[in-house]
């Protein structure tokens, strides 16, 4: 973890897919501006479902928003039965006994219960959630995956109020589908 707890067991990773000019969600929510469309890249990789999968059950443990949640509910469950925790203040209804809810201090979330328990940390949004975890230096990586498309308008991926940090790139993937990775560590420079 970035500044506390056990540094050699938990990291946390910080997935969220932004449209080219910086927005993670249309203001109606639809989303078919991630689904891929259009030309090829081809010097672009593509992945099979059994790579997807295989990647998929590395990760031992989601981190959401509520309204990430909610909409999750609305699209269909994408993160199986992997354990999920969604950040709410408010009861919300619990549709698998895979997910729980948290309210309260999110080093406290981190430090204390989900550390102890799990190795890969995927914090997977929304924009809310992933700007405060970020503002507490929670997060170890963040893996920005661009879509070719210009929304226009939506909800800010980084629209709060961050200060500077310095980021160092560690990897980069563009994909056939036009789509690109990119991956990033807390730079200690
Ligand atoms: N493109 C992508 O990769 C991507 C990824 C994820 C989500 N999204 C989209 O982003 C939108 C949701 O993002 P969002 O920024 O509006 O909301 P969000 O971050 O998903 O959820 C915000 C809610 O989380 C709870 N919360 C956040 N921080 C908290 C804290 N420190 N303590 C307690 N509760 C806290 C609050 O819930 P309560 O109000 O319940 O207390 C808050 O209203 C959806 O449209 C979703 O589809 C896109």
Redesign the pocket.
Known sequence: MSSEGNATRSRVTL????SLDGF???KD?S?SW?EAKGSVYEAGVSISEEEAATFLKAIDCYV??????E??LELGWPYGDTPTVV????K?PSIRNTVEF???D?KTLLYEKLAPRYRNIWL???????Q?FLELGLVDEIRL?IAPVLLGDG?RLFGGSLTEQRWALKNVVAYRNGFVELSYSLSTA
């Open positions: 997935h969220v897919v932004s993670i969600a249309r929510n989303v991630l959401l928003g509520s309204r990430t949640y909409h999750a950040v709410t203040g408010t919300l948290y309210s309260g999110l997977v949004g929304g924009a809310m959630l992933s405060r995956t909800l």
